[in-house]
């Protein structure tokens, strides 16, 4: 199939999954403001936990399960629920931070309609919807459109990977980006409903957040279950990784071989993901710096990566090309969407009277636990998404830096062992067991401070 085929298609199953995501999501959200505070809270938090849990072990773990018989389209239907869940983590958080399509007193007058034709009825519902969460939709869209980790381990359909094929294979580069126009075209669209949305002030407006006491309807939870068992699914496959990783480690301690990678990985991901706070910092609060900034990376890793490789080899730059700037770089461009969101979430918060009397007061445990500790977890999440990347370390990164994840997907096309999938499991402990001492240590120079 051409490249405009494998595109159609998976822009086709990105629609798709995007409308079920944010569908479900607006429903989840609607049953979950009905409950206690503390309960909710914590169904978000595991909800970011699903969404941020590592695609390499989801990836593995479905390898690993999928029959070699599977017919084309099980193999299809597998990857596009993998991705279904995943983005439909996203929708529910961006569902839940979004102001309301309409107020209370707007859909008090929407239920008085009850007696209006049903086709009528249809209409004004779907018109409503589609108007106030097109923004989210496109969000959905453009992460669904460019997943590339669980479709290079089930080998799925997608442009993603027809592109990567095409470049590893040896197509020449100028051949490679002539092929990466025709997903930039449906990319750039989605984006450009994204901008003009934003540029309306859908994000921007202030109403009814749906906090209005009611009864909740039954059929209201029953699109809550499947998040529930998206729990299930993604932590159920890591556990039985775990105990197969447990069976390996010990051959595993006598020679770990992966050592650099991890080493290497972890280099990378802390350097990038220090420029890219930094970067978010100087660039929040003015619009055409945060455009510049933020708009590469919307475009996806493959994108990013192809045209960086590109640019690297234009003289003078190509004498660049054999050190860390262009995988840095990349990384630092995929990693500013998320800086600047998690930005904007630290400067909302700390615009309360709570924060302003702990910054007075001096008193560096309740600074820590307000100010320090929120944005400390802010740039762990940056850390892990840069560590955690495939894309553009597989395809920029030189020789010498070749990052745990690249090396774990070599080693997976000889085969699952006990002994692979204990390296992973390590690969994906280090950078949580440092980001815990790190937390620790800061935590304990706070205490010793006040005392």
């Known amino acids: 199939m051409s490249i405009a085929g494998v595109t159609l298609v998976t822009a086709v199953r990105a629609a798709a999954i995007s409308v079920l995501a944010v569908g479900g999501a607006v429903k989840g959200v609607r049953f979950l403001r009905t409950l206690r505070a503390p309960v909710a809270g914590a169904y978000l ?41 995943r983005v439909s983590q996203l929708a529910l958080l961006l569902v839940w931070l979004t102001p309301p399509v309409a107020t209370f007193e707007g859909a008090r007058a929407f239920t008085l309609m009850g007696r209006l034709p049903v086709p009528e ?27 590339f980790d669980l479709a290079a381990c089930l080998n799925a359909r997608s442009w993603t990977i027809a592109l990567f094929d095409a470049q590893a294979g040896g197509l020449a580069l100028t051949e490679s980006l002539k092929l990466m ?13 994204l901008v003009f949305r934003v540029q309306t002030g859908m994000f921007a407006r202030s109403g009814y957040r749906g906090e ?52 290497n990985s972890f280099l990378l991901a802390l350097v990038s993901s220090v420029a890219a ?28 990566s192809l045209g960086l490789l590109a640019l690297f080899q ?37 615009q309360s009277e709570a924060v302003h009397v702990a910054t007075l007061g001096r008193v560096s445990a309740v600074r820590w636990t307000m100010v320090k500790r929120p944005a400390l977890w ?47 499991l390590v690969t994906i402990a280090a950078p949580l067991l440092a980001l815990l001492l790190t937390s620790l240590a800061v935590r304990t120079y706070a205490s010793r401070r006040d005392s």
Request: glycine fraction near 8%; proline fraction near 6%; hydrophobic fraction near 60%.
């Open 212 to 263: 209005v006491p009611r009864r909740a309807r039954s059929c209201e939870f029953l699109w809550t279950l499947p998040m529930l068992g998206v729990l299930y699914i993604l932590l159920a496959g890591p556990l039985v990784t775990l105990r197969d990783g447990w069976l390996g480690l010990p051959a595993l301690a006598e020679n770990f071989a992966l050592s650099g990678e991890v080493t």
């Open 121 to 147: 009825r249809w209409r004004w519902k779907v018109r409503g919807w589609f108007v106030g969460f097109w923004p989210i939709i496109a969000v959905v869209f453009i992460c669904a459109f460019q997943e």
């Open 277 to 304: 706070w930094f970067l978010a910092a100087w660039s929040y609060g003015h619009r055409s710096r945060v455009v510049l900034l933020v708009l590469p990376g919307l475009l996806g890793g493959m994108i990013v």
């Open 45 to 85: 938090w595991l909800t970011l936990l699903v969404f941020l849990f590592p695609s390499m072990l989801i990836g593995y773990h479905a390898a690993a399960t999928r029959s070699a018989g599977d017919a084309g389209w099980a193999k299809e239907l597998h990857y596009s629920f993998l991705v279904l869940i």
């Open 378 to 424: 802010g740039g762990a999440l940056l850390f892990l998404q840069a560590y955690g990347d495939f894309t553009a370390n597989s395809m920029l990164a030189p020789a010498t830096l070749t990052s745990a994840f690249s090396r774990i997907f070599n080693l997976m096309h000889y085969g699952q062992t006990t002994v692979l999938t204990a390296m992973l």
């Open 181 to 193: 126009l025709w997903p930039v075209a449906l990319e750039c669209v989605a984006l450009g409903v």
């Open 314 to 350: 234009v003289p003078p730059l190509h004498l660049l090309r054999a050190t860390p700037i262009p995988v840095l770089l990349a990384l630092v461009l995929l990693l500013m969407p998320s800086a600047l969101f998690v930005r904007h979430l630290l400067v909302q918060g700390m």
